[in-house]
């Protein structure tokens, strides 16, 4: 399973951006997929996940300015920016995992596999 991210960028306040996650064969359809990010200085936290079946669940802080979404194909995750924040500022990775759903789809420790980052920055 290979997983690659990509759409990260400078952006101000307020601005958006849509972060891609192109995942071999068909892990996007039959797997979890995660969003995740780490700032300097900061353990990675959890920020969105999809499961196999399509439920969504957001950190707090994202929910209603975010929206992680799969393609028709299903070989692609999206997650959707908007009303970005300096906050948001950290490297973004996607992951994959099977078998989640519900809160476990927030735990870290349960994605087996990992894309590189993507770095957003956000200037005020």
């Known amino acids: 399973v290979q997983l690659q991210a990509c759409g990260g960028g400078l952006v101000q306040a307020g601005g958006s951006l849509r972060l891609s996650c192109a995942g071999s064969?068909?892990?996007?359809?039959?797997?979890?997929v995660g969003w995740f990010r780490q700032a300097p200085g900061k353990e990675r936290e959890f920020v969105a996940a999809?499961?196999?079946?399509?439920?969504?669940v957001y950190v707090d802080s994202v929910k209603g300015r975010f929206t992680i979404s799969r393609d028709n194909a299903k070989t692609t995750a999206y997650l959707q920016m908007n009303s970005l924040e300096p906050e948001d500022t950290a490297v973004y990775y996607c992951?994959?995992?099977?078998?989640?759903?519900?809160?476990?789809?927030?735990?870290?420790?349960?994605?087996?596999?990992w894309g590189q980052g993507t770095q957003v920055t956000v200037s005020s």
């Open positions: 064969g068909r892990t996007v359809s039959t797997y979890a």
């Open positions: 999809i499961s196999r079946a399509g439920s969504t």
């Open positions: 992951a994959a995992a099977r078998d989640l759903w519900g809160m476990s789809l927030m735990s870290i420790g349960r994605y087996d596999y």
